[in-house]
């Protein structure tokens, strides 16, 4: 049988692909696409479907198509958002728990209409927030809330964890929490639980997602299966797109899944070894510059490669993004060595060091070995706006990384990253070739280095026609 359901599996592919005379390639729909999960069972996930649309008993009004809207890819677009208000302010959509500040007369929603939604978090046990004197200020609760964009459910048929900071670990604990964190409602029954589920692992981003999965529930290892995207019919400039990816995105968008962190050299470089005060040790040989002394996390797949500073760089006013007109928390943490929170280990981020000695400036001081003074930012950074995996680990070293998504879909997923701070994928890339990807030298990438694309910028690392090329490409995943 799993023979036979693996070639119906890769036949499939091919007549999805579905390509015209033209090159066009055929797969959109105007419903989601369905599993193999669905064809076994599409009475559970037909139910499950239903259970998504509609409120459940007790809850404020919120059904999951609520802000995983079905018409927009199961996300929730500030357009759409914007759209519903115009319709009807009084919408389930506008709870006071995801008004701008919840305890006013009346309430405003200008995070909302950036497509954010609040998120609240218990700190772990080894973790305090402090001011930046170093006072401790947790809340009584020892909760902590942080904007988030509402990602889209499509793939989540690939294995979890789930989440930006992978907080949850099945599809079933996600519902659960949906419904009481977002619908402020009781326990979901376990069988209402299991066909929203079902329902989720069921919506794919492309039939060539769905058959990537498909191989997986059967157990074959990504390594086995073929690459459904060598099937895609591309024009000259998708080609180049394709070995532009190849270059700058495959090492952490990586196999056939598009969430892989393939390249674990870059993978370990990324965990740096902190210092009491925050700031990260280096590595310094004469005649190199400083690297980064990283420790082992083997068993973390999350990353922090700058977009939570991006958002902070946005507050201040240094670069334009798209949700830099709504205010975000200020945090500092303390890490402790365990639940007792009696022996510090680091507090984030660190004061920071200026070279010029003005508290605004973002780059760092040198140490007597000309080394940076600075924090996992690896630039000055006075306050957190979302801490990350390491509000659900409790591990410094998590600080402000986030799960690496699929990039598959991701062309009809905008705006982008945790906190929805670039409204369209060619931002998105901008800011990869301009701040992220240069950032990685010492990780072992070996990247190009380009002038800038105006004066006073910062240097690229792909050239305008690689970066057009790979925006165009992404499209097609």
């Known amino acids: ?120 978090l218990p700190l772990p046990p080894n973790m305090d927030v402090i001011d930046v004197q170093g006072n401790v200020i947790t809340s009584p609760d020892r909760r902590i809330s942080v904007w988030r964009g509402v990602p889209s459910i499509a793939d989540t048929g690939f294995p979890g964890p789930f989440q930006f900071d992978g907080r949850e670990t099945s599809l079933t604990d996600q519902v659960q929490s949906a419904v009481t964190n977002h619908s402020e409602g009781g326990t979901v029954p376990g069988p209402v639980r299991q066909r929203i589920a079902a ?90 510059p400083p690297k980064p002394a990283s420790v082992p996390h083997p068993h973390s797949e999350f990353l922090n490669i700058g977009f939570a500073y991006m958002t902070y760089l946005g507050q201040r006013g240094v670069v334009p993004l798209f949700n830099d007109s709504v205010p975000f928390p200020q945090y500092r943490f303390r890490f402790y060595t365990d639940a007792t929170r009696q022996h510090p280990v680091t507090d984030l981020p660190p004061i920071p060091v200026t070279a010029s000695g003005d508290p605004n400036d973002i780059v760092p001081a040198l140490d007597e070995h000309g080394a940076p003074i600075t924090g996992p930012a690896l630039a000055a950074q006075w306050y957190s706006t979302d801490p990350g995996r390491a509000l659900i680990s409790g591990d410094p070293a998590e600080f402000e990384a986030f799960d690496v998504p699929s990039l598959r879909g991701i062309g009809r997923s905008a705006p982008y990253f945790h906190d929805n701070s670039h409204a369209t994928l060619a931002d998105a890339v901008d800011t990869y070739s301009r701040f992220i990807l240069p950032g990685t030298g010492f990780t072992g990438l070996v990247l190009p280095v380009h002038p800038p694309e105006f004066p006073g910028g910062p240097p690229e690392t792909l050239t305008p026609t690689q970066k057009q090329d790979l925006v165009r490409f992404l499209q097609r995943l």
């Open 1 to 120: 049988m799993a023979g036979r359901r693996f070639i119906a599996c890769t036949v499939g592919v091919f007549v999805l692909a579905g390509c015209t005379e033209t090159g066009t390639f055929v797969e959109a729909s105007p419903e989601p696409v369905t599993s193999q999960a669905e064809l076994v069972s599409p009475a559970l996930a037909l139910a499950g479907k239903q259970h998504f649309q509609e409120a459940l008993p007790g809850t404020n009004g919120r059904s999951c198509a609520t802000c995983h809207v079905l018409s927009d890819d199961t996300a929730l677009t500030p357009a759409h958002v914007e759209a519903v208000w115009a319709k009807n302010p009084g919408d389930p959509l506008f709870n006071r728990i995801d008004a701008d500040d919840p305890t006013a007369p009346v309430p405003t929603y200008a995070h909302l209409k950036k497509g954010l939604v609040r998120v609240v």
């Open 199 to 288: 329902f989720e692992r069921s919506v794919f981003s492309s039939p060539r997602a769905r058959f990537v999965s498909d191989l997986l529930q059967l157990g074959l290892p990504l390594s086995d299966i073929p690459d459904p995207d060598a099937l895609l019919v591309l024009d000259a400039g998708e080609r180049r797109g394709r070995d532009v990816y190849a270059l700058a995105c495959e090492a952490c968008h990586g196999d056939r899944t598009k969430n892989r962190i393939v390249r674990r050299d870059v993978h370990d470089a990324l965990f740096y070894s902190f210092k009491p005060n925050g700031n990260i040790q280096f590595n310094v040989t004469p005649g190199q």
